[in-house]
């Protein structure tokens, strides 16, 4: 069984940048598809970034690109989410999760293994 855990979440000003971790457990994740997903108060979770099982093909949804990086260590089993510039609008749940395929997928329904979840909260 698969566990993913979150940290790396909490309060920042606006313009400022947060890393989120992601560790996995249970078994290696090098050949699955990894993402991020976030979920405001009030609306339905979105897909925020994802990358291959090499880590060499990554996506993100048009409002990051060009602020958030996300990465991976397979040697550690780990995701990051490197967030910079960060605007009230990223506040957020963030959720990290593994996909069941080894090639990027955007949707949640292609995700079968997510943590509990980590607060961003940016203010203006």
């Known amino acids: 069984q698969v566990q993913l855990v979150e940290s790396g979440g909490g309060l920042v000003q606006a313009g400022g940048s947060l890393r989120l971790s992601c560790a996995g457990s249970?078994?290696?994740?090098?050949?699955?598809?990894m993402g991020w997903f976030r979920q405001a108060p009030g609306k339905d979770r979105e897909f925020v970034a994802a990358i291959s099982w090499t880590g060499g093909v990554t996506n993100y949804v048009d409002s990051v690109k060009g602020r958030f990086t996300i990465s991976r260590d397979s040697a550690k089993n780990t995701v990051h989410l490197q967030m910079n510039s960060l605007k009230p609008e990223d506040t957020a749940v963030y959720y990290c999760?593994?996909?069941?395929?080894?090639?990027?997928?955007?949707?949640?329904?292609?995700?079968?293994?997510w943590g509990q979840g980590t607060q961003v909260t940016v203010s203006s």
């Open positions: 249970g078994r290696t994740l090098n050949s699955n598809a």
């Open positions: 999760a593994a996909a069941d395929t080894a090639w990027i997928r955007t949707t949640a329904a292609a995700y079968g293994y």
